[in-house]
């Protein structure tokens, strides 16, 4: 009994620190500069951080937005038939990589000529449907597939001409995963020193 009311008088002499910000704040003023390298490194990895996930955002809503642009654009040398038009179809939707295909014919080609010069009487004059050629423009589901689609379209004799953005699209993805490389290895680098710094901080303060 004795030793019990000594050991609770002897706590009551000793008042007991509930307060964490506190002990925080006494910890920090010991050692400031220890404590405000840590603060700035891991302020730090999260704002780069943060900045490589928005970027990597924006670059895919980009990319997705390339993707649903007609990529492959081919100009028949005629105007095909519906059996002819129905096996380049399969053709292509057989290799497993497109995703949409549109077919424009000499009329809709004529009528999309006649929006984007509708300004100018005088060229909507000089041009009708006959001297126009039918299209077909095929989207596939990444810019990579682009080629072989492209070389599929340019081996058949019905194709006068070819035009896709590969070039751009290629330049633009290319350039945007090396960005994400550089800021993901930047990003590794500062979290492995964030740890190492708060490693040596508790390792100090222990």
Known sequence: MFLMVSFMSSHKKRPINLSIWSDLWHNVRRT???ALTAILTLTLTFYVGTIMALFATSAEEVIQYLEAKPQVTAFFAEAPSDQQLSEIKSQLENTGVVRDIVYISQDEALEIYKQQNQDDPLLLEMVNASILPASIEVMTYRPDQLDQV?????QNEMIDDLIYQQDVISEFVKWTTSLRGIGLEFLIS??????LQIFIVMGNKV
Request: no cysteine; charged share 0%.
């Open 32 to 34: 400031p500069y220890q």
């Open 150 to 154: 492209a070389s599929m379209l340019g």
């Open 190 to 195: 500062l979290g492995v020193l964030s740890f």
